[in-house]
């Protein structure tokens, strides 16, 4: 009698090569200094980058437009009324608003004790000046050990088990999710996920989480 | 604070740390003081006293011995008659130390000034540090425009990646690109001084530690060659343990500090090979090694055994401090061994590590 395995959402995304994580992901470096990375070079290897002098929008931060951050410390989000080593504050907002989201703490200020909880609170570090091989490499490395279906499941199950669901009651969304996903039925999928849980604040966080795992599994 | 500036503040006469006597700003040491030699009175530098607190002894020959204690001060004021408190103090002493009456509330007072002028200067210090941080900043932004421009130059040769381009560029720009690497690493070693837990940031990735090693190598071939310190490597490794960034500084001390203290005319040789759960690293360089008792504190913040500051003028004792460091965030230890030691003190030093891995 053949038996069958039952799938899970982290077999349903296709593995990715390194050059399509790098084309896929989208990264927004924020640093008023435009020369601290190398933007150019990385570009040309086929990275999604994109530069902001300055915070230019939170709530495209908050929605979950860039897969990674790479996030300087001081004088990048003016705008936002924050204190002087605004980095920090916006990098404490992001990871309070969805802990799957990637970044990279990018300073030259290694040297203070003062902003160890930047370094400590970011998914990995730059620490400037940096060359284009760093680079490359810290960025590499989190496409292939962050930028997975595996990570964005796992942030969404913590939501899910932190809002009180039960496993059995996850275990039943992730059931139809598959089944969803199997059938290429992207508006559904999303709809599952969002009303999972009803609370609104959770709802949102639900669904910029949900577009990473169905990007990821290819019905973005 | 430190205890030697708390010394050079006390009006009391005082020990200092190695139990010698030190005569106050405003009181000397009396007679009996300076026949004891304070050796009745050198057991209280043991003495446990509360932080903030001064507690009122009487040493062997009758006298006053106030302890007090503040973070990172622990002082044995001596030679001193606090009259209310010593009822011990025989009448012809009592008499003979007549112009030596310091009472407790005094080295309280005095205790709890020293707690301001501490204070007022963290104060100055943090504005001096600030000040030079933001100079360093600057410095570091310069330096991403050389990385920026020497980036641009290597653009213009052929391959299709960086890594492919920078292997068919002209040796002198391969050089300023290293130059700037060394630089780059440089400035980790000052973080890791100014701030330890850098150490640990970012997060661990897999490291060819014989690449490492040997990139310094080369880096530091021609201050060796200026040395006439003929430096080589050795080994096979193809391990590739989980290390932090700051891991390359550890390194970079390792053989600097080899050629810095090697003997002109002989050899350093940078060994590293894989070992069951690791990956084993040796400098050995020879030159003046390390006695006994100095071989644990070589690894202590700024110091320097009198031989290096005889030989290298210009060292800062931060070296071996750095390696302990990154040696400690990846759970092991810079081991220093001497070997092959002549009667003038002439030998092998050989400092290894195993990063575990």
Redo the contacts between chains.
């Keep these: 009698m053949a038996t069958f395995k039952r799938r899970n959402i982290t077999d349903i995304a296709k593995p990715l090569s390194l050059e399509e994580l790098r084309r896929r992901a989208k990264i927004v470096v924020i640093d008023d200094?435009p020369?601290?990375f190398?933007l150019?070079?990385l570009r040309?290897?086929g990275y999604s980058l994109e530069l902001w002098e300055k915070v230019e929008s939170l709530d495209r931060l908050e929605r979950g437009d860039f897969d990674i951050i790479v996030l300087d410390i001081g004088g990048v989000a003016k705008d936002y009324s924050l204190q002087h080593e605004d980095g920090l504050a916006i990098l404490e907002h992001l990871k309070g608003h969805n802990p799957t989201q990637i970044i990279v703490?990018f300073s030259?200020?290694?040297?203070?004790?003062s902003k160890?909880r930047f370094?400590q609170m970011a998914?990995?570090?730059?620490?400037?000046?940096?060359?284009?091989?760093?680079c490359?490499?810290?960025i590499d490395?989190l496409l292939r050990e962050r930028f997975t279906i595996m990570h964005y499941w796992e942030g969404f199950r913590t939501i899910l088990q932190d809002a009180g669901l039960t496993q059995r009651k996850i275990d039943a969304l992730e059931k139809s999710l598959v089944k969803a996903i199997g059938r290429n039925d992207r508006e559904s999928a999303l709809t599952l996920m969002r009303n999972a849980v009803p609370a609104l604040d959770v709802t949102t966080r639900l669904g910029v989480i949900g577009l990473k795992i169905l990007a990821l599994c290819g019905i973005a | 604070m430190n205890v030697q500036i708390a010394q050079r503040l006390c009006p009391f006469p005082h020990l200092n740390e190695h139990g010698g006597l030190e005569n106050g700003l405003h009181y000397e040491h009396p007679r009996q003081c300076r026949k004891c030699r304070g050796t009745g009175c050198g057991k209280y530098l043991q003495e446990i006293v509360p932080l903030g607190q001064v507690r009122h002894y009487v040493c062997d020959s009758g006298l006053s011995v106030f302890v007090a204690s503040r973070p990172s001060v622990h002082m044995v004021i001596n030679g001193v008659l606090d009259a209310e408190k010593n009822k011990v103090c025989s009448g012809p002493v009592r008499k003979s130390l007549r112009q030596q009456k310091v009472c407790q509330p005094e080295v309280e007072k005095w205790l709890a000034s020293l707690a301001e002028i501490s204070e007022v200067m963290e104060r100055h210090m943090e504005t001096r540090v600030r000040e030079v941080?933001g100079t360093?900043?600057d410095v570091?932004?310069a330096?991403?425009?050389?990385?920026?421009n020497a980036?641009?130059l290597v653009?213009k040769y052929p391959g299709s990646?960086?890594?492919e381009r920078?292997e068919g560029t002209e040796p002198e720009l391969k050089s300023l690109?290293k130059s700037?690497?060394l630089?780059?690493t440089r400035?980790?070693t000052?973080?890791i001084?100014?701030?330890p837990?850098?150490v640990r940031?970012?997060?661990k990735?897999p490291c060819p530690v014989y690449k490492v090693f040997h990139k310094m190598v080369r880096l530091f071939q021609e201050v060796a060659n200026r040395k006439h310190v003929h430096i080589q490597m050795s080994g096979a490794s193809f391990k590739t343990p989980q290390v932090y960034?700051s891991f390359e500084a550890l390194a970079l001390v390792l053989v600097d500090n080899a050629i810095k203290y090697s003997e002109s005319g002989q050899q350093v040789t940078v060994t590293v090979d894989d070992q069951g759960d690791g990956v084993y690293v040796s400098v050995e360089s020879h030159g003046h090694t390390i006695a006994q008792d100095e071989q644990e504190r070589v690894f202590e913040k700024g110091y320097r055994t009198s031989e290096a500051i005889r030989s290298v003028r210009d060292g800062s004792g931060l070296g071996l401090h750095i390696a302990r460091l990154i040696a400690d965030a990846h759970q092991t230890k810079v081991w220093y061994k001497a070997r092959n030691v002549g009667t003038d003190g002439m030998g092998t030093n050989i400092f290894s590590v195993k990063i575990p891995g």
Excluded: C, M
């Design positions: 200094d020369n601290s190398p150019d070079i040309k290897e703490a030259g200020q290694s040297f203070d004790l160890n370094w998914d990995d570090a730059l620490s400037k000046p940096v060359d284009a091989v760093k490359k490499q810290v490395q | 941080i360093l900043h570091k932004t330096v991403n425009l050389v990385y920026r980036e641009a653009q990646t960086f890594d920078v690109l700037v690497g630089l780059t400035f980790i000052s973080s001084v100014a701030n837990e850098s940031h970012g997060k990735r960034d």
